[in-house]
């Protein structure tokens, strides 16, 4: 009893958790750091296996070890974010038994630091090699980088959205949902567990946050976000240019086109059937021209021949004054417009009176009373991007410069 009596003291001088337990695994002692570990008073500890206060029937097996070999045993283990060092050795009871006492060292600064350097080298791994795959799409790259994440970090790396879509991972409603409303690097819970968005242009990474990697899930979550964005803008801007290389052939087609026309009205129509493969947001399209008092349709793209026939009186259009004159306009209520327009039944047969119909209209004038109309039109109420809308520009600007001669 003197020898356990001189090991409490010294356990209770240690800066450090400490307990000894009896022949059976229970605690008998335990000094003030291990309460304040464990986050419970001596009252609930002593007399109850360490086991059942961390749900690990593990540590019965190394006591276990303990006591048949005589011989220390380490161990790590995360309890409440913390890693610890546990060293676990025999100690004679003062009725000639043997139990378990043990001293826990905090480990987490140096393993969070390890941890951290062995994410940040695989983040920098993984952002190589998914650049070298993804064939110039962002798409494809964050793809791939979030699949190779997961393989690597299955219980962290949880899904991807893209413009808030779901793309790949896990598909919980609720913590997909969750995330669809945040729009900044940000922590949530859902059912007693932490995840975290990166937001990355319009990706979306979402992680799930072990206990183990609270105190690091910050620091890794920028990390990979300021990589994943510079990999992703690399790539948006080689996109970028490969799209204005394509685009600025097509619009020289689109011109010589007119040498192949015997009228304006057949090369306007050749015109929209090539333009519209330029904007992929363009599910139909029309253009109407102005001559003096008069409003026709003269090319339609996936419309029918209803909207091909229509007609109507200049003092009737209801786009021209949002518009002007040799610009590019993202009409975002058009479908009101539509609605309050003379013409209202024709729109309604269109479809372009629905609340999700978004048209990217652009105007070229010719001459003093000439005006021709494009309206590249979309009805999933997705918005055109901006290289669809300079592409749309330049060709208004080239086609009002080529149709003034």
């Not at 008998?28 to 206060?53: A, D, F, R, T, Y």
């Not at 080689?238 to 192949?260: A, D, G, H, P, R």
Request: aromatic content about 10%.
């Amino acid at each position: 009893m003197r020898y356990l009596y001189f090991l409490q003291q010294f356990f209770e001088r240690l800066p450090a958790p400490a307990f000894i337990k009896d022949n059976r695994f229970r605690f008998i002692w335990i000094n003030k750091e291990l309460e304040n570990v464990l986050q419970l008073p001596e009252g609930k500890l002593i007399g109850k296996l360490e086991s059942e206060i961390l749900g690990d029937e593990e540590i019965n097996n190394i006591d276990r070890k303990v006591m048949r070999t005589r011989r220390n045993q380490i161990h790590e283990k995360v309890i409440n974010g913390r890693y610890f060092s546990i060293h676990r050795m025999p100690i004679r009871l003062g009725d000639g038994s043997y139990g378990v006492a043990g001293v826990m060292f905090d480990m987490t600064e140096k393993v969070l630091e390890q941890s951290l350097y062995k994410l940040q080298s695989f983040v920098e791994k993984i952002i190589i090699e998914a650049l070298s795959n993804s064939e110039g799409d962002p798409t494809k790259f964050a793809v791939e980088l979030g699949m190779k994440f997961h393989a690597e970090y299955p219980e962290i790396a949880y899904a991807l959205l893209k413009d808030n879509d779901y793309v790949v991972g896990k598909e919980d409603e609720k913590v997909l949902e969750k995330a669809k409303g945040l729009n900044e690097l940000k922590s949530f819970t859902v059912e007693k567990k932490h995840y975290m968005v990166i937001p990355v242009e319009n990706y979306k990474f979402i992680i799930h946050v072990p206990e183990e990697y609270t105190d690091i899930s910050k620091a890794i979550s920028s990390f990979l976000s300021s990589q994943a964005l510079a990999a992703i803008r690399f790539l948006q801007t080689q996109k970028i240019y490969k799209e204005m290389v394509t685009s600025f052939e097509s619009l020289s087609k689109l011109v010589s086109l007119w040498e192949k026309s015997t009228s304006l009205e057949e090369y306007l129509q050749s015109m929209l059937n090539e333009l519209v493969k330029l904007v992929p947001e363009a599910q139909k399209a029309s253009i109407w021209m102005l001559d003096g008092d008069i409003y026709k349709c003269v090319a339609v793209y996936n419309y029918d021949s209803e909207i091909k026939n229509a007609v109507f009186r200049a003092d009737e259009d209801n786009y021209g004054p949002a518009i002007g004159e040799n610009k590019v306009v993202e009409l975002e209520e058009a479908y009101k417009l539509n609605l309050e327009s003379p013409q209202r039944d024709l729109w309604i047969k269109a479809g372009v009176t629905d609340p999700k119909f978004i048209p990217l209209v652009g105007s070229v004038k010719i001459g003093d009373k000439r005006l021709v109309i494009i309206s590249l039109d979309n009805f999933e109420g997705k918005r055109f991007s901006e290289a669809s809308k300079k592409l749309l520009q330049v060709f208004v600007e080239i086609l009002s410069a080529f149709l003034r001669k």
